[in-house]
């Protein structure tokens, strides 16, 4: 079975993702390791807000908000609902 790669955005609610790559700029890389979000690490989608609001997930127990823009950037496996 295919593995399914999506952009955080796109990832459903209460889903749980491996993130696989990060296609922003340094500066967004920078931004993100600096949240503990790095390729290899798993998280959970919490919620994301209408009208392109802000996307939380959380990584090692921890809930992370981000802005939709910055979550489109994010590439995941998924890995389970």
């Keep these: 079975m295919a593995q399914e790669i999506v952009s955080l955005t796109n990832l459903k609610n209460g889903s749980r993702a491996r993130v696989c790559s990060i296609e922003g700029g340094t500066a967004v890389n920078n931004r993100l390791a600096a949240l503990g979000l790095r390729p290899g690490k798993e ?36 890995t389970g609902i």
């Design 43 to 78: 998280l959970t989608k919490i919620s994301a807000m209408s009208f392109k609001g802000p996307v939380t997930v959380k990584v090692d127990g921890t809930q992370l908000a981000m802005g939709h823009g910055m979550a489109s950037k994010v590439m995941v496996e998924v």
